[in-house]
């Protein structure tokens, strides 16, 4: 669910970087959920207060990325979703493959596909960005953002970047992170919306 909330004007600030004004809106919408997943209608590459039943109330940004792979007769379908709080980023990295050839080596043009997916449990975070490339180590797809990494966040230039997700098996998932949330990221790090609600 997600509801319209207004914020003090004494909570928004301007940032000024690189000559360019950003500032926060007067609503944020309010999400009732940190949780990410396929079956969520959230409102992506926006900066949200997210009202938590068990993470309490913060600032954040949902974002995803798809993308097709395939290997041999498989099509996957991979979209990494991602969640951009000062304290935390969560992330999933779901897999749906579909199979058009194993059951079969008939000829026909009515193949017989099955079709599954999985989520990997990713372990390390890459994120690049002006040359430097920031290292995350997490558990269970959640990582903790210290200040060097807030503050590179904040000031990252506003266009799509490269990230990279690593599982606990080794596979190397590369996707992108979008520019409108980069530049959410400026409201998500500011410092005097850093706290929580």
């Known amino acids: 669910m997600i509801r319209r909330l207004?914020?003090?004007?004494?909570?928004?600030?301007?940032?000024?970087?690189?000559?360019?004004?950003?500032?926060?809106?007067?609503?944020?919408?309010v999400v009732d959920s940190a949780t990410l997943g396929t079956h969520?209608?959230?409102?992506?590459s926006e900066p949200v207060q997210i009202d938590d039943p068990f993470e309490g109330s913060f600032i954040g940004v949902f974002d995803r990325h798809s993308f097709s792979?395939?290997?041999?007769?498989?099509?996957?379908?991979?979209?990494v979703q991602s969640l951009w709080s000062r304290d935390f980023i969560r992330v999933l990295s779901i897999i749906r493959d579909r199979d058009c050839l194993?059951?079969?080596?008939?000829?026909?043009?009515?193949?017989?596909?099955?079709?599954?997916?999985?989520?990997?449990?990713i372990i390390q975070l890459f994120i690049k960005f002006d040359g430097d490339v920031f290292q995350v180590d997490g558990q269970n797809n959640v990582f903790s953002v210290s200040?060097?990494?807030?503050?590179a966040l904040q000031n990252a230039p506003e266009t799509t970047l490269d990230i990279r997700l690593v599982t606990e098996s080794g596979e190397a998932i590369d996707s992108k992170i979008g520019e409108g949330t980069v530049r959410a990221w400026k409201t998500v790090y500011a410092t005097d919306l850093a706290q929580p609600l």
């Open 40 to 44: 969520r209608n959230l409102p992506w």
């Open 69 to 79: 792979d395939r290997f041999l007769n498989t099509t996957a379908r991979i979209e």
């Open 147 to 151: 200040d060097e990494l807030a503050q």
């Open 6 to 29: 207004a914020l003090s004007l004494g909570l928004l600030v301007s940032i000024w970087s690189a000559g360019t004004t950003f500032a926060t809106a007067a609503e944020l919408d």
């Open 102 to 121: 194993s059951g079969s080596f008939r000829v026909s043009s009515d193949l017989s596909c099955s079709e599954f997916s999985n989520a990997r449990n």
